[in-house]
């Protein structure tokens, strides 16, 4: 994880689900649709995932996120509650901040880590902002620095990459 920041003692942090409620997390429907995701826009796992930039796409990314991690890779809940969480918060800085049309999503698994990348073309590059207790927004990268074991971001010739990795306890 990146450095802590100076100043943000006592920010209340989001509360980890107990294994047990996080395994229950979703239902049978948003199980079908995370599939029909996968069955539509096609597998992060085996290639980039191309979405449309709008709000809506934060549910589908979502949905495919949490169906590769649980079902496909059958992580801990906890640790696809968390990926899931970080998708959306890097799909809504790409949605919200870029002005493109499209976004892709990809996720790679190694021994022991997972790695899920947002691809958009804008070289902007985002700024990790202090946040305060009252901010009603503002937080979508203190969260991906506070959850992932480490993030960043690789310039490509036409956009950028951003990324997090968060370790896994391989079987």
């Known amino acids: ?3 802590d920041m100076a100043g943000l003692e006592g920010v209340e942090q989001p509360r980890p689900r107990s294994s047990a409620t996080a395994a229950r997390w979703m239902t049978a429907g948003e199980d079908e649709q995370a599939f029909k995701a ?3 826009f096609g597998n992060p796992t085996e290639d980039e995932v191309r979405l449309p930039s709008r709000p809506e796409s934060a549910a589908t990314a979502r949905r495919i996120t949490s169906c590769v991690m649980l079902r496909q890779w059958q992580l801990p809940a906890q640790t696809a509650e ?3 969480l970080l998708v959306s918060e890097l799909v809504g800085n790409a949605v919200r901040h870029t002005g493109a049309r499209v ?3 990809r996720m790679l698994r190694r021994r022991g880590w997972v790695r899920i990348e947002v691809r958009d073309p804008s070289r902007g590059l985002p700024c990790l902002m202090p ?3 009252t901010d009603v927004s503002g937080r979508g990268l203190f969260l991906v620095d506070k959850l992932s074991d480490r ?3 690789d310039l490509l ?3 950028k ?3 997090f990795e968060m370790r896994t306890s391989d079987r």
């Open 82 to 84: 968390h990926g899931v």
């Open 151 to 153: 993030w960043g971001v």
């Open 161 to 163: 990459t951003t990324w």
């Open 157 to 159: 010739p036409r956009g």
């Open 1 to 3: 994880m990146m450095g």
């Open 38 to 40: 996968l069955e539509l």
């Open 131 to 133: 946040v305060r207790e």
């Open 103 to 105: 976004f892709g999503l």
